[in-house]
């Protein structure tokens, strides 16, 4: 897709600013204009496009900004069609974070307009950009979900330190309780202890080929971390993005002993711990919904939530969907989740999850 200046929104026309879609030979072009863009996040690089695809067999559509043959602007979509969950055109599916990441401000705008006349294109029922900053006041918007996200400080003891002492505490715990983390260089162990704390809490998971997946493409990026008990079984594990100076802990899971062991705490604090040893300065803790346990559990590291700000153009009228566990129907369907067999839950799970994004 290319706009003319004619089609561009006000202000959005002078000079060469002109947006396309991105094809494959401007994958490499894409990721170097993300890795110096101060907006961008882990979830602008190119490699999602192979991720929504390859694995979930979403059709991916990439759109650029460009002036004067120069990247200025970014935005990944992706389309997603369900029986259960509708047609959907978002940036990004299964991603916290998306919508244009930019170094002309003319280029939000512009890529926002394309963004919209691509949705009419497909007919999709709705266009969601989820959003770190506010973009689109006038558009509806979900205020669910939060971020936490907070600098490192240089000395590892300084940030234990830094934990509110209740939670410290936990960590401690974990210590004398003789646990130690490891790097995986799999996700089998990972993907044993998500798949039953999913299945715990009534939720489908992941397919396993995502995650494996995940490693293929971002390589040493992406990295599993897991914690072992004194007699060496897994308890807890959690897999995690690296960005610039970034780390974002994203998918976990435990042993119903991790609680009484305090693993989740001291595997956390792990992370924490090596982030500081390798020189990076953010750890982000991730999405929460509000007034959740993720949500209390995070305040009690001494983090303060920011909000996010996803927002929707609704092209055929309605409320602002709610694809998450605050729909009453969802927990009809937790309540059953919970009595599948394991197995079961495995097999089914990445048919209806891929639906979700």
């Keep these: 897709m290319q706009l003319s200046a004619a089609e561009l929104p006000p202000g959005a026309a002078s000079g060469a600013l002109r947006v396309r879609r991105a094809g494959t030979d401007d994958l490499a072009r894409w990721d170097a204009f993300v890795e110096r863009c101060p907006e961008a996040t882990f979830f602008h690089r190119a490699g999602w496009r192979e991720i929504l695809e390859s694995v979930f067999r979403h059709r991916a559509h990439y759109l650029l900004a460009e002036r004067d043959g120069a990247l200025v602007g970014v935005l990944p979509l992706g389309e997603v069609k369900s029986r259960?969950?509708?047609?959907?055109?978002?940036?990004?599916?299964?991603?916290?974070?998306?919508?244009?990441?930019?170094?002309?401000?003319?280029?939000?705008?512009?890529?926002?307009?394309?963004?919209?006349?691509?949705?009419?294109?497909?007919?999709?029922?709705?266009?969601?950009?989820?959003?770190?900053?506010?973009?689109?006041?006038?558009?509806?918007?979900?205020?669910?979900?939060?971020?936490?996200?907070?600098?490192?400080?240089?000395?590892?003891?300084?940030?234990?330190?830094?934990?509110?002492?209740?939670?410290?505490?936990?960590?401690?715990?974990?210590?004398?309780?003789?646990?130690?983390?490891?790097?995986?260089?799999?996700?089998?162990?990972?993907?044993?202890?998500?798949?039953d704390n999913m299945h715990r809490h009534g939720s489908p998971p992941m397919p396993r080929r995502y995650f494996e997946a995940l490693g293929r493409v971002f390589g040493r990026d992406v990295e599993v971390l897991t914690v072992l008990d004194p007699a060496g079984a897994p308890?807890?594990?959690?897999?995690?993005?690296?960005?610039?100076?970034?780390?974002?802990?994203?998918?976990?899971?435990?042993?119903?002993?991790?609680?009484?062991?305090?693993?989740?705490?001291?595997?956390?604090?792990?992370?924490?711990?090596?982030?500081?040893?390798?020189?990076?300065?953010?750890?982000?803790?991730?999405?929460?919904?509000?007034?959740?346990?993720?949500?209390?559990?995070?305040?009690?590291?001494?983090?303060?939530?920011?909000?996010?700000?996803?927002?929707?153009?609704?092209?055929?009228?309605g409320a602002v969907p709610q694809h998450n566990p605050s729909n009453p129907k969802y927990k009809a369907m937790i309540a059953l989740w919970r009595r599948l067999p394991l197995p079961v839950a495995n097999a089914l799970g990445p048919h209806i999850v891929r639906g979700l994004g």
């Design 84 to 195: 259960l969950f509708g047609h959907a055109l978002a940036s990004l599916p299964f991603c916290v974070y998306g919508g244009v990441a930019a170094t002309d401000p003319a280029a939000v705008p512009a890529l926002h307009a394309a963004a919209r006349a691509l949705a009419d294109e497909l007919g999709v029922d709705h266009l969601e950009l989820r959003n770190r900053a506010a973009r689109e006041p006038g558009w509806p918007r979900q205020d669910l979900y939060v971020t936490f996200r907070r600098e490192l400080l240089p000395d590892p003891e300084a940030n234990l330190l830094a934990i509110p002492r209740k939670q410290r505490a936990m960590v401690r715990k974990g210590l004398a309780r003789g646990l130690k983390s490891e790097i995986d260089s799999t996700v089998d162990r990972f993907f044993a202890l998500y798949a």
């Design 235 to 317: 308890v807890s594990s959690v897999l995690s993005f690296y960005f610039r100076d970034e780390v974002l802990p994203y998918y976990a899971g435990d042993a119903v002993a991790a609680r009484e062991l305090a693993a989740n705490d001291f595997k956390y604090w792990e992370l924490m711990r090596r982030a500081c040893e390798r020189g990076l300065r953010v750890f982000d803790y991730g999405r929460s919904k509000r007034d959740t346990g993720s949500f209390a559990f995070k305040k009690n590291w001494g983090f303060e939530p920011a909000p996010l700000h996803y927002e929707f153009a609704l092209r055929k009228g």
